[in-house]
């Protein structure tokens, strides 16, 4: 059974994709799990909200080297997935367990103990109220442990500037297209609230101290290949979805001619696909 979100979008039904985008970050996943463990802090319970397919999970199960990794996630059928690939990952003294929750109308902490550490990566911007989706999580959290959230710094680029069709700077319209739709979809989510500050700011407001934040890239040079090129051509079409309403008719027909795979100009042919993206990492101590 498929499970929608307050965004509408099927996650269940994602999880071939989100398997394949957790390949493309897995270094960068790993280094940040090690590091939030091993800073010098007693880290021994992990609560991992929105786990997706897992590749967060995995990561935290692999550098604890001992505990309790808690998965937390509203898809049944990604919460068994992540559940799966981070016991898969767990050393001998790690514990893995896996509880269906929606942390935008429910309170998971009934449920799950609170933590040392508690990681949501690129989820709560999915949430009708952030705000109140940070307050739930912190709730979570246990005294002197810390939230960890994680967002988009810069959105992922993956194509030139000029791509030979249509007129040049194309992704940069495509991303001002994708924002608007962004913009209208919270706006018609059922019970939606605006954040009108920044995410530091945010976890601040939710009752957090010692608010910290870093960005790290995730930079994979062209030829893109392999999983790499799936994720590329993949967010072309997440692009697209915007396009047609959002961007002029010259545009949509440009990236409708990279994404025909019969046609001489199409983007999985070529040789200058990239990707590069900038999440930002924003951590707050629980009083």
């Known amino acids: 059974m498929h499970s929608h979100s307050?965004?509408?979008?099927?996650?269940?039904?994602?999880?071939?994709e989100l398997r394949e985008?957790?390949?493309?970050t897995a270094p960068e996943t790993g280094r940040l799990a090690a590091d939030l463990v091993s800073d010098g802090r007693n880290c021994e319970s992990v609560v991992d909200v929105g786990s997706g397919a897992g590749g967060a999970a995995a990561a935290f199960a692999a550098a604890l080297p001992s505990g309790l990794v808690t998965l937390v996630d509203s898809a049944p059928?990604?919460?068994a997935e992540a559940r799966r690939r981070a016991e898969e990952s767990a050393g001998a003294n790690v514990r893995v367990r896996g509880v269906p929750g929606d942390v935008a109308t429910a309170e998971p902490s009934d449920s799950v103990e609170p933590a040392d550490l508690v990681f949501a990566s690129l989820m709560v911007h999915h949430l009708p109220d952030q705000l109140d989706g940070l307050r739930r999580l912190s709730r979570l959290v246990r005294p002197g442990?810390?939230?960890v959230v994680v967002e988009s710094g810069l959105w992922a680029r993956t194509l030139p500037w000029d791509v030979g069709v249509g007129q040049p700077g194309l992704e940069d319209r495509l991303l001002a297209a994708r924002q608007t739709w962004f913009r209208r979809m919270r706006e018609e989510m059922p019970g939606s609230v605006r954040l009108p500050v920044g995410w530091a700011t945010a976890l601040r407001q939710a009752g957090l101290d010692e608010v910290t934040s870093w960005s790290y890239l995730v930079d994979r040079p062209a030829p893109a290949t392999g999983p790499v090129l799936n994720v590329v051509l993949r967010r072309l079409r997440w692009l697209r979805e915007a396009a047609w309403t959002e961007c002029s008719a010259a545009d949509v027909d440009a990236l409708d001619q990279l994404l025909d795979e019969s046609g001489p100009n199409y983007a999985g042919d070529r040789d200058d696909l990239y990707y590069l993206s900038a999440d930002t990492v924003y951590v707050g101590t629980k009083p």
Do not use: F, V
Not at 6 to 16: C, G, K, P, T, V
Not at 21 to 24: H, I, S, V
């Open 6 to 16: 307050h965004d509408n979008i099927d996650w269940d039904a994602r999880l071939s």
């Open 21 to 24: 985008e957790d390949e493309l």
């Open 77 to 79: 059928e990604l919460l």
């Open 145 to 147: 442990g810390r939230l």
